[in-house]
C-alpha cells in the first residue's frame, strides 16, 4: 500500500471565545490518496471548512490546532514547518478554492495579474513571462478570448468566469492537492455542472488529488470516489461513495440522504432530522447526535468511536455493535421539544 | 372552473442604470418583461429560473414592492396597481411575503414576539393580552416554543428565523403568500423541516403559494405549476408533473439535466449550456434563448421571430417555434431565414421523472 498524499491524524482546532472554547475540529483523521476525489461532508458548522483552514494553517487567533495533531503531506508535517516553509506549500504543492470568487480576488487588480502573481511569487517568473503562463491557464479553464479578458478587473465577469479564474490561479503550480470548499455553492445550476465538468477534466488532466468541500450530496455522487461525513467536529462515517448512497451506517448520514428533495422522486413529506446542529461550544456528551437521533439508547452517554462495518467503510456509531437496535427506531429527543 | 385569486398580466418593470461613475452606463435592465400567469386559491405556483432571471422582481412588484412600469395585477377582485396607498394597505393582510434572508429581514432590535405582533397592531387584528395570546399560537404553529417572544433574532438559527419569518407573515391571515427562495439558506435537513411546515399550513389555512426558487427538486416536491424564467419573460409553464415527465423548452431541459443528481455512477449525459446568459441590458432578439438553445432545429428564424408562449399540449404553455405545434407557420419561418422545420424534441437527459420513487 502507497503513502497517502495527505494524512491527516487527530486534527483538533480549537477556538478560545468569550463563550467558551468551540471546539470546531475535534479529533478529525482522514486520508487523500494521489490522484483520488475525496468529498467532505456536512452540514454548516460541522467543521469541514475549519478542517481545510487546517490544512494550510490558516487558522487565526482565538483559533489554535492544538498539541498532538499532525498533517502529513508529501512525508513532511505541515505542523511542524516554519513560516516561510509552510508559504511555499501554499499555493504550490497545496491550492484552495474558495465559495465566494467575488471576494477571493482582489477588485483593485485584473484577473491575468492575479494568475501571474502566482508564478512571479513560486517561479519567481519575470513579469511577461508570468503574464504569458496566466493568459494560457486562462484559456485552460475555458475562459473565451483569454488574452483580452486576461485584462478584466473581477467586477466585469460573470460568477462562473470568475470561478474559472481562481480555478486557474489554484491550478498555476500544478499543485499536488487542491482544496476546493464549497466551489460552486454561489453558482447557478447551469454554470455549476460547467465547473464541475471542468474540475473532472483538469484533474485527469494534471492527476491532481481533489478534496472536496460540500454539502450537496449531489454534487458529491457526481464528483468524489470516497465520502467523508463530518457532524459536530468528528468525522462520523466514511465510505467508498457508492457505499454512502447505497448503505448509509450512521443516522446522520441516513437523515443527511432522506432530507434531500430528489427530482423524479414521489412528492411524499420530506423525512427530517429534528433540532438542529448544537453550537461547537456546546457539544454533547457521549454521542454528539444523540439529541436528534431516532435510534439512541442508554448507550449514547458513551461517545463512540469509529467502528469498520465494511471493508473501507467506518461509522462513528454504537449500532456498529448493537445492529439490531436499528429495527427500533423513536421519536428523537430533540422532536419531543419544540421544533428546530 | 374556479377563478383565480392572482392574475397577473403583461408585468414589466424595467430598471434604468444611471450613468456610472467613469461616464459609462446609463441603459435599461428589463427585469421582467411582459410576464402573465394565474394562481389559483390553495395552490402553489413555482416560479423558476437562476439569478437575474427577474423571478425575484416580478414577486415584489406584484406587492408593489417595487412598483411595476406596466402590466396589471388583479388580486381577489382588486385591482392592485390602482390602488392608493391606504386600500393597498388594507390589501397586504391579503398577500404577504417570506424573504430568503432570514438573517436581514428580521429587525435585530425588536424582540421576535414585537416582530409578529406588529401586523396584528397595525392591521387592529388584535391588541394588549389578546395580541399576546395570538403571537404565542403563532409561535408554537410554525414549531417555535411560545416562551421564545421575548428573545431576539440573533439568539436563534436560520431556520428558526426562518419560522419567526412565516409566523409574521401568517399573523395578518393572508390567503397569498410569495415565498422568495425561502429555504435556500438553509441546511439540507433544516430545509426540510421549513419545507413541510409551509406544507402543512398550507393544508390548514388553505393559502395560495407563490414559490420562487431557483432548485428544481424543491420545486417538484412543492409545486403545483411550474414557471420557468429566463432574462426577465416566462418561457414554459406547465402543471409539475408534465413539466419534468417532458419538458419542451429547450431551457428548461438544460436546466433539468444540469441538476446534480445523488446517486453515484448514473451520471447522466448533460446539456452543457454554452456561456453564460447574455445581460438584461440587451436582450437577444427574437426568442431570448437561441444563443445558448441546444435545439437541433435552432435556425435564423429563431433569431428573428419572437416565439408566442402558446399551447404544446393543454395547460402547457411554450415559448419556442421550433417545438410543434406553433402558430408560427413554417412558411412564416422560412420568410424569416428560417432552414429547419419545426420538429418535436425532448432529450433523454433531460427527462427526470420516473414515475418511480
Known sequence: ?340 | MTTPLLSVRNLTKHFARTRGLFGGGGDTVRAVDGVSFDVYPGETLALVGESGCGKTTTGRAILRLVEPDSGEVMFDGHNVLALTAEPLRQLRRKMQIVFQDPYSSLNPRMTIGAIVREGLIIHRIAEGAEADKRVRQLLEEVGLRGEYVDKYPHEFSGGQRQRVGIARALSVEPKFIVCDEPVSALDVSVQAQVLNLLQDLQRDRGLAYLFIAHDLSVVEHIADRVAVMYLGQIVESADGDTLYREPLMPYTQALLSAAPVPEPGARRERIVLRGDAPSNTMPPTGCVFHTRCAHPRRDAACAAIVPPLEDKAPTHLVACIKQPPTSIGWEQQQASGGTLSPEKYVPRAAVTATGTP
Open chain 1, 1 to 340: 500500500m502507497t503513502n497517502p498524499l495527505l494524512s491527516i491524524e487527530n486534527l483538533r482546532t480549537y477556538f478560545y471565545t468569550d463563550a467558551g472554547v468551540a471546539r470546531a475540529v475535534d479529533g478529525v483523521s482522514l486520508h487523500v490518496n494521489e490522484g483520488e476525489t475525496v468529498g467532505l461532508v456536512g452540514e454548516s458548522g460541522c467543521g469541514k471548512t475549519v478542517t481545510a483552514l487546517s490544512i494550510l494553517r490558516l487558522i487565526a487567533s482565538p483559533g489554535r490546532i492544538e498539541p498532538d495533531s499532525r498533517i502529513v503531506f508529501e512525508g513532511k508535517d505541515l505542523l511542524q514547518l516554519r513560516p516561510e516553509e509552510i508559504r511555499r506549500v501554499r499555493g504550490n504543492r497545496i491550492a484552495m478554492i474558495f465559495q465566494e470568487p467575488m471576494t477571493a480576488l482582489n477588485p483593485v487588480f485584473t484577473v491575468g495579474d492575479q494568475v501571474a502573481e502566482v508564478a512571479r511569487v513560486h517561479d519567481g517568473a519575470t513579469r511577461r513571462e508570468a503574464w504569458k503562463r496566466a493568459v494560457e491557464m486562462l484559456d485552460l479553464v475555458g475562459i473565451p478570448a483569454a488574452d483580452e479578458r486576461a485584462r478584466d478587473y473581477p467586477h466585469q465577469m460573470s460568477g462562473g468566469m470568475r470561478q474559472r479564474v481562481m480555478i486557474a490561479m489554484a491550478l498555476m503550480m500544478r499543485p499536488a492537492l487542491v482544496i476546493a470548499d464549497e466551489p460552486t455553492t454561489a453558482l447557478d445550476v447551469t454554470i455549476q455542472a460547467q465547473i464541475l465538468e471542468l474540475l473532472r477534466d483538469l484533474q485527469r488532466k494534471f492527476g491532481m488529488s481533489l478534496l472536496l468541500i460540500t454539502h450537496d450530496m449531489g454534487v458529491v455522487a457526481e464528483t468524489a470516489s470516497r465520502v467523508v461525513v463530518m457532524y459536530g467536529g468528528e468525522v462520523v462515517e466514511q465510505a467508498p461513495v457508492e457505499r454512502i448512497f447505497a448503505s448509509p451506517h450512521h443516522p446522520y448520514t441516513e437523515g443527511l440522504l432522506a432530507a434531500m428533495p430528489r427530482l423524479g422522486a414521489a412528492r411524499d413529506r420530506l423525512v427530517t432530522i429534528p433540532g438542529t446542529v448544537p453550537p461547537p461550544t456546546e457539544w454533547p456528551s457521549g454521542c454528539r447526535f444523540r439529541d436528534r437521533c431516532s435510534y439512541a439508547w442508554e448507550r449514547a452517554t458513551e461517545h463512540p468511536a469509529l467502528s469498520e462495518v465494511a471493508p473501507g467503510h467506518v461509522s462513528r456509531c454504537h449500532l456498529a455493535q448493537e445492529p439490531q437496535r436499528r429495527l427500533q427506531p423513536h421519536e428523537p429527543l430533540a422532536a419531543g421539544k419544540s421544533a428546530s
